[in-house]
């Protein structure tokens, strides 16, 4: 059972070696030189302009929250998409009832209109 899975825990080992290995020698070799430039936020290599106390509205994080829900509801689509001649006709079916379910969800939300940004 072990000799199965000890390809895996050696790459797992190496892999947590590596990661450990250069995080220390990056705080060991690595130059210290703190400074109020350095300590700024930044996004996509431009200074910040939100304040800290800027707060997002809702509709940002129930988009957000959308946007994780569809997403992962499409990755379940792909094992199915792989495997479907092996899975037969009734996959198919369920697969065309999840894909409508899904479409009758996003038509509800946008209706509802929480796809709008005001």
Avoid: H
């Amino acid at each position: 059972m072990l000799k199965s899975y000890l390809p895996a825990l050696v790459f797992l080992a190496l892999g947590t070696g590596t990661g450990v290995a250069f995080t220390a020698l990056n705080g060991v070799l690595g130059p210290r030189r703190p400074g109020k430039v350095k300590s700024e936020p930044y996004e996509c290599g431009l200074p910040s302009e939100v304040q800290s106390t800027f707060r997002f509205g809702i509709s940002f994080y129930l988009i957000a929250m959308l946007f994780i829900l569809f997403d992962i509801e499409v990755i379940f689509l792909y094992p199915v998409a792989v495997g479907l001649k092996q899975f037969g006709t009734f996959a198919l079916v369920e697969t065309v009832v999840f894909i409508v379910l899904l479409f009758v969800a996003f038509v509800f939300v946008w209706r509802r209109g929480a796809l709008e940004w005001t």
